[in-house]
Every structure is written in structure tokens, then in C-alpha cells.
């Protein structure tokens, strides 16, 4: 099979994981007989630096015509001054948006090598962390106005959340569907004791839910999510929720798999073009240093390959290889424990590469 992937490595780490994800790709290509054709592209700040803009129309253009996106991470503190309309991560809510994908699919799961990692106790880790958020990505607050003003002398601001009947029920079939093909569980998360949007979110899954008698459906208030996630994590199985809910939740679903920089994340709309990124950000503090894990971004190559390409036992391949290097002891220092063998991104990235098939 043939791919065209168009790569954004971004800023910070981006360039570092990126580049051990292609080298893990390259390697499943080889073994397997695939053409991976890997087109990179600039977004985000390495793109304001270069042509005044974070997402220039080329790079739109390339990413629309793609079979899959490949993405590291974009930002950093040097472009924290930049005008709000051209920030770096303006580029990725444009591509999101541009591209229609409404649906951001995030593992929570612990790997048994790295049981230990987790900040939980250990009978609650022993319970089984293995659940997916599904969070919605083109709609809510992030996408609608935003606005500083003055009022009664002083600046005073506003950002708009709204959602339509369709984004909901459309990001609410993905979780159905998703749970169909795992634990049957869905669990919604709102905040409808204040919020329209979540009154409105909460009656459409409630409407949908009826459509799936054989997935188990229950709601929850975001704050009582954010409190179960660390109580007992072992409930979950699939849980839906609005963009920025899900923004938060999921980075606190992966500090209890270990660390941030093993969870990979799928964007997806109606086609099967995606874009596949690491949860994490650009990470400024260790850039540049070899320091990065790119696990995150790996595994990203590997749901690419699952939900975009249909290559599931390729998929498989990365997910092997990642497990026997862990098996092996080796780790990045976000990883790192007593007994284990401390390695580079760069080392990482050669390790699993090695061990496809
Ligand atoms: P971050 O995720 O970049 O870093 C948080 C912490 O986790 C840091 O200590 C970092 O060193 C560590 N970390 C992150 N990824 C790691 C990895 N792969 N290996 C080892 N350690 C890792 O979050 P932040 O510091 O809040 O944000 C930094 C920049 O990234 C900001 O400009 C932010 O806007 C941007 N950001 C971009 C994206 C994206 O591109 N999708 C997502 C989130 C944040």
C-alpha cells in the first residue's frame, strides 16, 4: 500500500519524537512492504518564524490533500507574545477544523511494566487502568469568540462556549461506537447543573443512549469525573465530553498511566484522513536535549496505521515492539525507575524501530 503522511514536527520536542516515529514507520514500511511517502510541512512557531504566519495556506493545503497527519507539538514561551489570531496553536485548531475532525480519541492505559510510574497506590493500579476519552475537538469554548475589553475601567474578557444539537450527537455516536468494540461502558460528562451547553449535551446523549441498549450509559459532572479518575480509575471503560472538559481530563488520565509522554491521540472525522499526535506539548524545559519520550508519538504511528490505514496487524507490530523495549528495562527519565536502563529519545526511537517484527 502506498500513504502519503504529512508530518508537522512543530517546536520544542516536536522535531525529536517526530523524527524516532517516521524511523519507527520507515521500519514497518520496510518489514511489511508498504510506501510511506512523509511530506513535511511547517505549523506553529518554527512557521511564524520562517513566514510571519503559524499555519501558512501551503501547509493547510498539504494536510487537506493527505491520507494521515502526523503531528509533535507546537508552542513555546517564545512566541507567547504573539497576536491570539496567530499563536501556534492556532494552526492546529485551524487544521482540526479545516480537516472536520470532531473526534479526539485518548488511551488511558497503564502498561504493566511501568505500574510503578503511576502516582496511584498500588491496589488501585492493580484494579486496571484501561479506558478511552473521547473528547469533542471542533466546537465548545475553544472555538468560539474570545474577546478583551474595557469595562468600568478595566479589562474585562470573554470566550464563548456553544454547541448545536449535531456536534453533539455526532461526537456522541463515536463513543457509542467505540464502547461497542470494547467494554460496552459509556459514561457522558457534563456540567449541566450550570451550564446550557451541558443541559443540552446531557439530553441529546440521553436521546442517543436508546439507540444502544447493549452499552451501558450513565452521566457525570465534570468535577466528580475529575475526583473519580484519581478515586478509582478501574470504573471507566469510555467516557465523552465536551472540548475543553476533555482537554483537562485527559491530561490528568495520563499522569496516572505513568507519565504524559507515553499517550498517543487520534483526531478523527467522517473520512478515514486523521491527524495522530502525542497528547503532550512542545515540552520547552527538555527540548533539544535528547531528554523527550517518544512513546506518545509512536503509539500515535500506530493508531495512523489502525484507523486511518486499516493495517491492523502492522499497528500491532509498534505496539509489540514498544512492550519488549520495556520489557528490555530501557526508559526515557520521565520513566526512569531503580533497575532500568536510562536512554535517550534518539536510543528509544532505535530500540522499538529494531523490534518491529
Ligand atoms: P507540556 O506537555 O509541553 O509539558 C508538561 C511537562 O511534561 C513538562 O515538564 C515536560 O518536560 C513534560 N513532558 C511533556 N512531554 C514529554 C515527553 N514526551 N517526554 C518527557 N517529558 C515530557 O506542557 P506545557 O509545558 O504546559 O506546554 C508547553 C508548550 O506546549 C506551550 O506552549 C503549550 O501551549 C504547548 N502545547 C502544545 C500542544 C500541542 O501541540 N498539541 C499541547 C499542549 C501544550
Known sequence: MEKKIVVIKGDGIGPEIVTEAMKVLKRVAERFGHTFRFVEVDAGGCAIDKYGECLPQASLEQC????????????????????????????????????????????????????????????????????????????????????????????????????????????????????????????????????????????????????????????????????????????????????????????????????????PSSSLGEGTNGMYEPIHGSAPDIAGKDLANPIGTILSGAMMLKYSFGMEEESRAIEEAVQKVLDGGYRTGDIMSEGCIRVGCREMGDRIAANIG
Open 64 to 263: 487537506l490533500a493527505a491520507d494521515s497527519v502526523l503531528l509533535g507539538a507546537v508552542g513555546g514561551p517564545k512566541w507567547e507574545k504573539v497576536d491570539k489570531n496567530n499563536r501556534p496553536e492556532k494552526a492546529l485548531l485551524r487544521i482540526r477544523s479545516a480537516m472536520g475532525l470532531y473526534a479526539n480519541l485518548r488511551p488511558a492505559k497503564i502498561f504493566p511494566q511501568l505500574a510503578h510510574s503511576s502516582p496511584l497506590k498500588a491496589e488501585l493500579v492493580e484494579k486496571g487502568i484501561d479506558f478511552v476519552i473521547v473528547r469533542e475537538l471542533i466546537g465548545g469554548i475553544y472555538f468560539g469568540a474570545h474577546e478583551t475589553t474595557q469595562r468600568d475601567g478595566e479589562a474585562y474578557a470573554t470566550d464563548l462556549m456553544a454547541y448545536s444539537e449535531h456536534e453533539i450527537e455526532r461526537i456522541g455516536r463515536t463513543a457509542f461506537e467505540t464502547a461497542r468494540k470494547r467494554g460496552r461502558r459509556v459514561v457522558s460528562v457534563d456540567k449541566s447543573n450550570v451550564l446550557d451547553c451541558s443541559r443540552l449535551w446531557k439530553e441529546v446523549m440521553h436521546r442517543l443512549s436508546a439507540e444502544y441498549p447493549d452499552v451501558e450509559y450513565s452521566d457525570m459532572l465534570v468535577d466528580n469525573c475529575a475526583m473519580q479518575i484519581v478515586r478509582d480509575p478501574s470504573q471507566f471503560d469510555v467516557v465523552v465530553t465536551e472540548n475543553m472538559f476533555g482537554d483537562i481530563l485527559s491530561d490528568e488520565a495520563s499522569m496516572i498511566t505513568g507519565s504524559i509522554g507515553m499517550i
